[in-house]
């Protein structure tokens, strides 16, 4: 699935604020928190918190859940794995290729 410029945009636009960061790294820790246990780590007003969560599943990162009265948030990984596959993955391949040849060539020389 090829993902369109805007998607990537707004990924990476999400991405750039530490908040939302925070707020991605609180749902990897917990996932399916309410907007009240989201707030109680974040100095930021429940609205602060609200519009970052919009904008992270805006972005795909953040699925909501209603259950009930509460609204449950979830981490969604997908696209932070695309990210990877993309712009880190490729860049990997080559290094951890040099570094098994110069493995290789230690071993050698030890010989």
């Known amino acids: 699935m090829a ?7 707004l990924l990476f636009r999400a991405l750039a ?8 790294d609180l749902l990897h820790a917990h996932d399916g928190q309410t907007l009240s246990e989201l707030c109680e780590h974040l100095e930021m ?3 602060g918190v609200t519009q ?6 805006a972005a795909n990162l953040v699925v909501s859940v ?6 449950l948030h979830f981490l969604n990984p997908v696209p932070l794995q695309e990210i990877y596959e993309r712009w880190i ?8 290729k040099a570094l098994s040849n110069l493995k290789r ?4 020389g030890n010989d």
């Open 3 to 9: 993902e369109r410029p805007a998607d990537t945009d």
């Open 17 to 24: 604020d530490p908040s939302r960061r925070k707020l991605l």
């Open 45 to 47: 007003t429940r609205q």
């Open 52 to 57: 970052h969560l919009v904008l992270l599943e």
């Open 66 to 71: 209603r259950s009930g009265r509460e609204k």
């Open 89 to 96: 993955a490729k860049f990997e391949k080559p290094r951890l």
């Open 105 to 108: 060539r230690l071993e050698k």
